[in-house]
């Protein structure tokens, strides 16, 4: 089942997985709470966990804590973004376990900073998440790269490739912010009549995941010049371009 994104009592995006796991609660509680079991499945390899509120789980690369506890039922920590990873702060994630059926259903939530990401986020948790099933059904775990097909799907799903019209002085700033899965020098090998555009400013940086972040902003006179889903569809071509290549 595909993640949905809401907002956290925090304000923050926060992105909701929901799957079945044939295996009891203690099962899977093992699978997500002892380091070597973790490691298995989770992106960042797990050295220790300190099991309980307020204990330190110690990662290759970061450092989290505890914030809830409850076994086997609940199990949440927050984690300190690495360096490279400088537009997120303290991400939470939560793991709930309710029984069901043959197995249990575990309810997992990711709260995060940079909304722009959550596609990136969605679809490496969705390999992660098939990574867990594998894990406690003793079958080989692959960690595979998340497909392009699916990233995409999931910015149309939640509306990240929509752009936004800013009031600036005495006009209107045109604004996209788009995560894609390509690297800085494909995207800019493709940009082609984006790039000859002296309208349009265009800024590319590192970002989630393996592929670079697209800035588009564009000054108009009027919202009525703003013209937002004709960009829509010029980064969408973008896009196309780029995974083509």
Not at 32 to 45: G, K, V
Not at 108 to 115: A, K, L, S
Not at 236 to 241: A, I, K, M, S, Y
Request: hydrophobic share 35%; glycine share 8%.
């Amino acid at each position: 089942m595909d993640p949905t994104l809401g907002t956290h009592t925090d304000g923050r995006p926060a992105l909701r997985f929901e799957r079945h796991l044939k295996h009891p609660l203690e099962v899977v509680w093992r699978a997500i709470t002892e380091p070597e079991q973790l490691s298995a499945w989770y992106p960042f390899r797990a050295l220790t966990i300190d099991l309980r509120v307020g204990g330190h789980i110690r990662f290759e690369g970061m450092d989290a804590v505890v914030t809830q506890l409850d076994p086997p039922k609940v199990f949440a920590f927050s984690e300190h973004a690495p360096p490279e990873m400088h537009r997120e702060s303290d991400d939470l994630i939560h793991f709930e376990l309710t029984p069901d059926g043959d197995g249990c259903r575990l309810v997992f939530t990711h709260v995060f900073d940079d909304r722009p990401a959550a596609a990136s986020y969605g679809s490496g948790w969705a390999v992660c998440l098939t990574a867990l099933e594998a894990s406690v059904d003793g079958e080989e775990i692959r960690m595979e790269r998340p497909s392009d097909a699916h990233h995409e799907q999931l910015i149309h799903q939640f509306g990240l490739d929509k752009g936004r019209v800013e009031r600036v002085g005495e006009g209107y700033q045109v604004r996209f912010e788009r995560q894609l899965t390509r690297p800085i020098e494909d995207v800019r090998a493709a940009l082609g009549d984006l790039a000859a555009d002296p309208s349009v400013h265009i800024e590319l940086s590192p970002g989630t995941g393996h592929g670079a972040r697209l800035e588009l902003t564009r000054t108009v006179s009027s919202e009525a010049d703003a013209d937002l889903d004709s960009w829509r569809q010029r980064i969408n071509d973008l896009v196309r371009r780029v995974t083509a290549g």
